[in-house]
T-cell receptor, first 115, second 115 residues
Framework: AQSVTQLGSHVSVSEGALVLLRCNYSSSVPPYLFWYVQYPNQGLQLLLKYTTGATLVKGINGFEAEFKKSETSFHLTKPSAHMSDAAEYFCAVSEGTSGTYKYIFGTGTRLKVLA | EPEVTQTPSHQVTQMGQEVILRCVPISNHLYFYWYRQILGQKVEFLVSFYNNEISEKSEIFDDQFSVERPDGSNFTLKIRSTKLEDSAMYFC?????????????FGSGTQLSVL
């Protein structure tokens, strides 16, 4: 079965600094990978996804992630953090086919942005 | 963008009571899901539902849990006799069709507190 590991349950960065949130996956087949963000008192919102093709994926709000098969990683980055980026971020891998398709989530990383 | 709607946003119940969590998936979607997130832990898959039946369920989804799509628009999760450890945020999700790389659309969740 697929699994996802997110290193660092809490990450703090200064406003304007680089954001790097780590995600490693294990999968026996080429994975579909996702990053979701959860703002306080809100649901999960898709930031970006990797399915096939270009390994550098751009998402909303200036975030991007790079799929590295050799490292089984899909780290999320943003060049310059903004206060509004403070949220919880979840990496997920899809598993199954048609009727049994589902996501497997990591434990999440809470991002704090310091003024 | 269309949304998945969940009600109520917060539910408090006594141990042993039955609760029903309600969801209205996006109207043309075919696959429906329930996930839960215990405070500080990862988002966990509970159950998937397609063509009016459960397509997959996790070990968490025991006989105390059931799902229903009673009227073609609502999708409900029932917990027959709640336990303290059922306290969590419950997310409903849906997706359109049969392509495995399609994103899941999540609702904003129902925070269930069992006292």
């Amino acid at each position: 079965a697929q699994s996802v590991t997110q290193l660092g349950s809490h990450v703090s960065v200064s406003e304007g600094a680089l954001v790097l949130l780590r995600c490693n996956y294990s999968s026996s087949v080429p994975p579909y990978l996702f990053w979701y963000v959860q703002y306080p008192n809100q649901g999960l919102q898709l930031l970006l996804k990797y399915t096939t093709g270009a390994t550098l994926v751009k998402g909303i709000n200036g975030f991007e992630a790079e799929f590295k098969k050799s490292e089984t990683s899909f780290h999320l980055t943003k060049p310059s953090a903004h206060m509004s980026d403070a949220a919880e971020y979840f990496c997920a891998v899809s598993e199954g086919t048609s009727g049994t398709y589902k996501y497997i989530f990591g434990t999440g990383t809470r991002l704090k942005v310091l003024a | 963008e269309p949304e998945v709607t969940q009600t109520p946003s917060h539910q408090v119940t006594q141990m042993g009571q039955e609760v029903i969590l309600r969801c209205v998936p996006i109207s043309n979607h075919l696959y429906f899901y329930w996930y839960r997130q215990i405070l500080g832990q990862k988002v966990e898959f509970l159950v998937s539902f397609y063509n009016n039946e459960i397509s997959e369920k996790s070990e968490i989804f025991d006989d105390q849990f059931s799902v229903e799509r009673p009227d073609g628009s609502n999708f409900t999760l029932k917990i027959r006799s709640t336990k303290l450890e059922d306290s969590a945020m419950y997310f409903c999700a849906s997706r359109p069709g049969d392509t495995t790389n399609e994103k899941l659309f999540f609702g904003s969740g129902t925070q269930l507190s069992v006292l």
